[in-house]
């Protein structure tokens, strides 16, 4: 079974704090992806990552940053938190682009 | 930008009846994906319908593509209070760069 973690599932931080969100998968996965979900605006693309060291901006990339050192683990910095940024972030993975997503339990990340 | 939209946005039924939820998208696509979200977690893989594909069986699920109406329903037979989720569609596109667009989901409650 493909499993993906997150490292936290609940944190609160303060505005302007530096905040990391990391992600681990063990498939070998090629693709991985971070979203952000609220309500109303379902699932939304912030950065993703086709292979180590590589990443391409999604659709909503700005205030944040990534990082991928190796295959397994992603990380998603936002580099100083604000309110608007209180959200549920999720990460995944796949083979392919269009191929299944399998996704971590997700991190609600309060900004206050 | 939203590719699906899910229709209804909300659906509650008894343990016993069917549960159909459609989906919506705005241009042609290479397959759509159903996934599944419960509670404060992260979503799951239900089923992929290729668009070559017009009818997909798993288990209590049945999925449905119409590529002349650009539209895809999900039916859950036999409800149980389990299936008590949030169902989202996703599709992948040429012209999105062949990276999977969720919709905003369908919020089904099962009532025991």
């Known amino acids: 079974d493909v499993k993906v973690t997150q490292s936290s599932r609940y944190l609160v931080k303060r505005t302007g704090e530096k905040v990391f969100l990391e992600c681990v998968q063990d498939m070998d996965h090629e693709n991985m992806f971070w979203y952000r979900q609220d309500p109303g605006l379902g699932l939304r693309l912030i950065y993703f990552?086709?292979?180590?060291?590589?990443?391409e901006k999604g659709d909503i990339p700005e205030g944040y940053s990534v990082s991928r050192e190796k295959k397994e683990r992603f990380s998603l910095i936002l580099e100083s938190a604000s309110t608007n940024q209180t959200s549920m972030y999720l990460c995944?993975?796949?083979?392919?682009?269009?191929?299944?997503?399998?996704f971590g339990p997700g991190t609600r990340l309060l900004v206050l | 930008s939203q590719q699906g939209e899910e229709d209804p946005q909300a659906l509650s039924i008894q343990e016993g009846e069917n549960a159909t939820m459609n989906c919506s998208y705005k241009?042609?696509?290479?397959?759509l994906q159903w996934y599944r979200q419960n509670s404060g977690r992260g979503l799951v893989h239900l089923i992929l319908i290729r668009s070559n594909e017009r009818e997909k069986h798993s288990g209590r699920l049945r999925v449905t593509l119409d590529t002349s109406k650009k539209s895809s329903s999900l039916l859950i037979t036999a409800s149980r209070a389990a299936d008590t989720a949030s169902y989202f569609c996703a599709t992948d596109a040429w012209d999105a760069g062949n990276m999977l667009t969720f919709g905003g989901g369908t919020r089904l409650m099962v009532k025991p």
């Open positions: 995944a993975s796949s083979l392919g682009y269009q191929e299944t997503q399998y």
């Open positions: 990552s086709y292979d180590v060291k590589m990443k």
């Open positions: 241009t042609s696509i290479n397959n």
